[in-house]
């Protein structure tokens, strides 16, 4: 059981490149989430999803995308990327209720140059 | 809005004595709250939830966590550590079927 898996697990890019990060989950949950890890901040929620061909804006969505044509899948475009998105960055799905908890993958560490 | 704070940047505690990591919470109606555990180079794995009822709450690899309205805290706690819990931990709460994290704690335990 994969659970959730990240891919690619490092990525290095110039500045103005698009990137995609791709998310997957092996289960079925209706909510999927995209975070992105930096020191001192903890963890800040960049987009999230709460079934397919639904999703809303997160605390820091400016210079992302994001689709989710299948349940499953769930990737983040960054457009045109900077040197501020130079981060890690983490998938995580959840039945999205209040109580409910959410289940993280392995990460992508993304370096922007 | 729902917010977390981890007090501690860092935590450093011997071996086989006890852990805390502290966490205090603001929020606006009942809190739900969550303690997360992250190890190098690895995505956040799930260690317990307060959702309602007894105030302490038993999780994974031997962490409990002592929820306390009055004080609107939740701080997580090893009876007795271990090298291996050496790791970075967050708090989180509930926001609208959203998390909102604390900034961490790294946790180092030394033989």
């Known amino acids: 059981d994969a659970g959730i898996t990240q891919s690619p697990r490092y990525k290095i890019t110039e500045t103005g490149r698009q990137v995609t990060l791709m998310c997957h989950q092996t289960?079925?949950?209706?909510?999927m989430f995209w975070y992105r890890q930096d020191l001192g901040h903890g963890l800040r929620l960049i987009y999230y999803?709460?079934?397919?061909?639904?999703?809303d804006k997160g605390e820091v969505p400016d210079g992302y995308v994001v689709s989710r044509s299948k349940t499953e899948n769930f990737p983040l475009t960054l457009e045109s990327a900077t040197r501020s998105q130079t981060s890690v960055y983490f998938c995580?799905?959840?039945?999205?209720?209040?109580?409910?908890?959410?289940?993280f993958g392995p990460g992508t560490r993304l370096t922007v140059l | 809005a729902q917010s977390v704070a981890q007090p501690e940047d860092q935590v450093n505690v011997a071996e086989g004595n006890p852990l805390t990591v502290k966490c205090t919470y603001s929020v606006s109606g009942n809190p739900y709250l969550f303690w997360y555990v992250q190890y190098p180079n690895r995505g956040l794995q799930f260690l317990l939830k307060y959702i309602t009822g007894d105030n302490l709450v038993k999780g994974s690899y031997g962490f409990e966590a002592e929820f306390n309205k009055s004080q609107t805290s939740f701080h997580l706690k090893k009876p007795s550590a271990l090298v291996s819990d050496s790791a970075l931990y967050f708090c989180?709460?509930?926001?609208?079927?959203?998390?909102?994290f604390g900034a961490g704690t790294i946790l180092r335990v030394k033989s």
């Open positions: 995580a799905a959840g039945s999205g209720g209040k109580t409910d908890t959410q289940y």
């Open positions: 989180a709460v509930t926001y609208s079927n959203k998390l909102v």
């Open positions: 289960w079925s949950h209706s909510y």
């Open positions: 999803s709460a079934a397919a061909d639904i999703t």
